[in-house]
């Protein structure tokens, strides 16, 4: 989680070898219109990837050069706001190279262990991704229940006491007055 101030930019970097595979997914959890803006940089400073207020979003590259990559996360737009959202950078590690001692059963096997991996490290993101929205979502459930709730007790008082106020005209209205 990374706490990003009004007016505000923070900058991480990746050292990646040329041909590495990585990637960038981001999401902002609280704040304003839970939108950042987001720059992805390359050793030679060119720009692969960049988003103007976004709320999430996700960007695989493979490295064209090895290097210092370097993504921001800047808050600029935002006067008053911070914004606390969720990033993870992904580096792929470039498989082994497979030894020739080893049977092609084995280089097979070898290869669905390498994909699996990739595809749970897919859910265990997709998993982070859900939770960041159930939280998101189930804060805006909290607080629209609470207003609902204020409202019908606001309700409930403003029925009690036009009850009792009809009661009480209704009461007048049929008093009989003797003058004596």
Sequence with gaps: MLYLDAKAEECFFEELKPNQKAGLSFE????????????LSDPS?????AAN???EGRFRFSAS??????????NAMSTVTPKVLKFKMIVVQPREADSSDMSEEDRKIKGMIGDLRAQLR???EEQDYMEIRDNAHGDINR???????IWACFEFSLLLCMTVGQIYYI?????VRRVI
């Design 28 to 39: 902002v959890a609280e704040g304003g219109f839970l939108d950042v803006d987001v720059t």
């Design 45 to 49: 400073g060119s720009v692969l990837y």
């Design 53 to 55: 207020q976004e709320t």
């Design 65 to 74: 050069m090895g290097g210092n990559y370097v993504f921001c996360f800047s």
């Design 122 to 124: 897919e859910v265990k």
């Design 143 to 149: 607080n629209t229940n609470r207003r609902v709730v």
């Design 171 to 175: 009461k007048r209205f049929f008093e």
